[in-house]
């Protein structure tokens, strides 16, 4: 079946600093990759999204590369802000097996420090 | 900004207690979905709503688990009996998915919104 695996977490950076975290996957059909960000308290909120191999999505500075040949959907931004701390799931959706089910990674929770 | 309504925002009931949630999706949002987030999980689905009908319930537990969507816009989720191990964050989402049937080619996930969950907690 499908399924995302994020790198271990937490991550604990100082502000300024470069953030990766990474996400891949296993999927049966065409999968659509997803980042979500949950900070402290709030719901769950579409970050960025690619649905083909070689998009790129961004948002608010983050990015993150649909790479099927390394089955990966690595997060990146360039200088994390102390309002970045939150948890980030990675997700897909595969259209070849699934009505528009998101299956989500198991989270990495992200803590910036001034 | 339309919103995915849910409540209660927070429950705590003891074990052997039916418990429900409700949901509230976007107007016009005919796909309705019900997650379950344990505490350090990414969340899991439990089922799925097309309007009205459910297209897919596969993980849902049916012996003590129900959901209901009568007239194709909000929603109920029910436990009976609640277990301890049920303690989560019950999470509604809504989409404009346009579904015809699994992989039939390019379909939509616009306008895909979480609420902001139920916290139950069995004791």
């Known amino acids: 079946g499908d399924s995302v695996t994020q790198m271990e977490g937490p991550v604990t950076l100082s502000e300024e600093a470069f953030l990766t975290i990474n996400c891949t996957y296993t999927?049966?059909?065409?999968?659509?990759l997803f980042w979500y960000v949950q900070y402290p308290g709030e719901g769950l909120q579409l970050l960025l999204k690619?649905?083909?191999?070689?998009d790129k999505g961004s948002n608010k500075g983050f990015e993150a590369t649909y790479r099927k040949e390394t089955t990966s959907f690595h997060l990146e931004k360039g200088s994390v802000q102390v309002s970045d701390s939150a948890v980030y799931f990675c997700a897909l959706s595969d259209r070849g097996t699934s009505y528009g089910k998101l299956t989500f990674g198991q989270g990495t929770i992200l803590t910036v420090h001034p | 900004e339309a919103e995915v309504a849910q409540s209660p925002r927070y429950k705590i009931t003891e074990k052997s207690q039916a418990v429900a949630f409700w949901c509230d999706p976007i107007?016009?949002?005919?796909?309705l979905y019900w997650y379950r987030q344990i505490l350090g999980q990414g969340p899991e689905l439990l089922v799925q709503f097309q309007d009205e009908s459910v297209v897919d319930d596969s993980q849902l537990p049916k012996d003590r688990f129900s959901a209901e969507r009568l007239k194709g816009v909000d929603s109920t989720l029910k436990i009976q009996p609640a277990e301890l191990g049920d303690s989560a964050v019950y999470l509604c989402?809504?989409?404009?998915?346009?579904?015809?049937?699994?992989?039939?080619?390019?379909?939509?996930?616009?306008?895909?919104?979480f609420g902001s969950g139920t916290r139950l907690t069995v004791v």
């Open positions: 107007s016009g949002h005919a796909t």
């Open positions: 690619a649905t083909k191999a070689d």
């Open positions: 999927a049966t059909g065409y999968p659509s």
């Open positions: 989402a809504s989409s404009l998915a346009e579904i015809v049937r699994v992989g039939a080619g390019p379909w939509r996930l616009d306008g895909y919104t």
